[in-house]
């Protein structure tokens, strides 16, 4: 906790919201719409789209990909990474493995778009398991939890981060009908995506038509890259997208992938009781004598001073690691422990796990790979949740098999071709011939917490501000690569099922966690929900056990990852929790659950 004096207090607030990323974005315009007033913190700049996306500036994968434009300087902040308890944790200190969003929009802004729902065992994960394989199925080591509320519980709050996001799909279940062309494994639905799909690209035809061969059941990607002109629940128009190949770490010129700034900013920002503040950097969460009630928060504004801003409520809506370290820096809740399993603020630190396949496609096919956008493909469930037998690869959790194409950009998106040379015009030549040959398949599998898996303070390194780094240890565990070893050999079927096909290497993530190279920015966990103060930081609701006028939000509260992209689960769990401020916690300030 810091004791120095604040230099400045700001006028009290209603709320106070930390980080205008999607939460923080959802959260400000549900409260300010209930009449409050309400004042949102980021830690970065304000990024309109007409500033941060300007065609044709913004094709600029230099820029924004390989230098990070868009993304937190880890001078200043950054965390520390370690794979197992006793190690030194170092630095994490150039972009790899996953990245730190910053401004406004965080990581929101430049995400690719896949939106989806939650299966039903993603949210009853270990009541499913157990009643499907038995208790002993799942081993000691996990700490694998149920979430608090039921799928039916989140059915509006899905529909509705859908409706505002202006998603592209075909349903698969509504209201217990399985519908042709959609997913069939899903959960039910009570109507449609507001938009329909993205169109089908080649890569994903091929893939479609190689899925139909075996037998299993391919569907468009859900994606929040509107298909077609289409205006929100907020009034916020989005326009079509062009498959201009510019998704992934860039915003989006065309106003049609969903973002804070395509979608709620517009609506936002001209309501007279919302006001925000760029440049901001929270860092203390400040609490009264007792420790169980939040007065404001502590904040460095851009000129370094160290400024107070009361608030009745605090709602936490920055990045996954980010409020975690808030929480202990705060030193609100109990840390977790991993030597006895006490506490829980830090439990449950998860990623996400990957098997790919690189394809080379015979001579003469036309993939046209820069006709591509954040969620453009075709995907299969079949392997993933409770849809197939777990006995026969041992592992607990799945996959989703998918052909996406996100574009052809000249930089990282161009392959080459079997055998090509590293360096010099055989290189060259490589690369052309790869250009229209190459494509991909991917599983994007889910990974369980475990108990020597969490996130505490580094000892050693501290940030900017002389607070400690938040400190990751996690490393792969012997459930993720029978998972890979189980989902290789179902990609290798259906790369030789494939037309066209002249080549495949099929590969899954092996040896220790490479920080070094991306994988997805899906981390979970920290600040986990639950339905006790003894396995979670907050209820159903995303309310602090320990401090009732403190909401904390965003994949921080996941107690385990799931397979699928987390912002679909996170928009719901955010429109939940608003629903129930509104309808029950501004009449009567306390404990949402008892």
């Given amino acids: 906790m810091l004791n120095r004096t604040p230099d400045k207090i700001m006028p009290k607030k209603d709320v106070v919201v930390v980080g205008l990323g999607w939460t923080g974005a959802i959260m400000s315009k549900e409260l300010a719409d209930a009449g409050l007033e309400v004042v949102a913190l980021e830690r970065g700049e304000h990024r309109p789209t007409s500033e941060a996306a300007p065609y044709p500036s913004v094709a600029d994968e230099l820029a924004y990909v390989k230098r990070f434009k868009l993304f937190q300087r880890m ?9 197992k308890i006793g190690e030194t944790a170092v630095p994490y200190r150039e972009l790899g493995s996953f990245y730190l969003g910053t401004g406004v929009g965080g990581c929101g802004f430049h995400w690719n778009g896949m939106t989806w729902r939650a299966l039903r065992e993603d949210l009853k994960i270990r009541t499913m398991y157990s009643e499907k394989y038995g208790a002993d199925f799942i081993p000691d080591e996990m700490t694998i ?12 709050h899905f529909t509705m981060f859908e409706d505002v996001c202006g998603t592209s799909g075909q349903a698969g279940n509504i209201k217990g009908k399985i519908i042709q062309g ?3 494994f899903e959960a039910p639905r009570s109507g449609n995506y507001p938009n329909p799909p993205l169109k089908t690209l080649y890569g994903g035809s091929l893939f479609k038509q190689a899925a139909e061969k075996l037998g299993l059941h391919p569907f468009p990607l859900p994606a929040s890259n509107a298909s077609k002109p289409y205006t ?6 989005l326009g079509p997208c062009n498959y201009c ?8 010129y065309m106003y049609s992938k969903a973002s804070p700034q395509a979608c709620i900013l517009p609506a936002l920002i001209p309501m007279p009781n919302f006001e925000f503040r760029t440049q901001s950097e929270v860092i203390q969460v400040n609490t009264d004598n007792s420790g169980k009630k939040a007065t404001g928060v502590t904040y460095v504004d851009a000129d370094g001073q160290l400024i107070f801003q009361p608030a009745e409520m605090v709602l936490l809506c920055a990045f996954q690691v980010h409020n975690v370290k808030l929480l202990l820096v705060s030193q609100i809740g109990k840390p977790y422990n991993p030597q006895t399993g006490d506490g829980v603020v830090g439990k449950n630190f998860a990623y996400q796990y990957y098997t790919s396949a690189s394809i080379y496609l015979k001579e003469g096919a036309v993939n046209n790979p820069f006709i ?6 075709t995907v299969i469930d079949d392997f993933n949740g409770l849809n197939f037998n777990h006995r026969e690869g041992n592992f ?5 098999i998918s052909a996406t194409n996100t574009g052809g950009r000249p930089i990282s998106q161009v392959g080459t071709a079997p055998g090509t040379p590293r360096w010099g015009k055989g290189w060259k030549q490589g690369k052309k011939s790869a250009y229209q040959r190459s494509m991909g398949i991917s599983a994007e599998g889910s990974v369980m917490s475990y108990r020597n898996a969490y996130i505490d303070l580094d000892p050693n390194y501290k940030d900017a501000w002389g607070l400690p780094l938040a400190r990751m240890t996690f490393n792969w565990h012997d459930n993720e690569f029978r998972q890979g070893a189980y989902m290789k050999a179902q990609m290798e079927k259906i790369c030789q099922a494939m037309d066209d096909v002249e080549s495949y290497q099929v590969s899954a993530t092996s040896g220790n966690w490479d920080t070094r190279v991306y994988q997805s920015t899906h981390i979970t966990g920290g600040a986990i929900t639950g339905d006790s103060p003894s396995n979670s930081v907050v209820n159903k609701y995303m309310q602090s056990w320990d401090v009732p006028n403190l909401f904390v939000y965003g994949a921080c509260a996941f107690p385990q990852n799931m397979a699928y992209n987390p912002t679909g689960l996170i928009g719901a769990m955010t429109y939940l929790s608003a629903q129930e401020i509104k309808n029950r916690y501004l009449k009567n300030p306390g404990p949402l659950v008892k």
Avoid: H
Wanted: glycine letters at 18%.
């Fill in 396 to 400: 607990i959790g799945g996959a989703y």
């Fill in 145 to 156: 939890q149920d979430y608090p509320f039921t799928y039916e519980e989140l059915e509006p």
């Fill in 182 to 184: 959609g997913n069939p």
């Fill in 232 to 237: 929100n629940p907020y009034g916020v128009r």
């Fill in 372 to 377: 591509g956008a954040g969620a453009a493909g």
């Fill in 245 to 252: 190949g510019y998704c992934e770490d860039f915003g989006c």
């Fill in 75 to 83: 001078k200043n902040n950054t965390v520390t990474i370690r794979y």
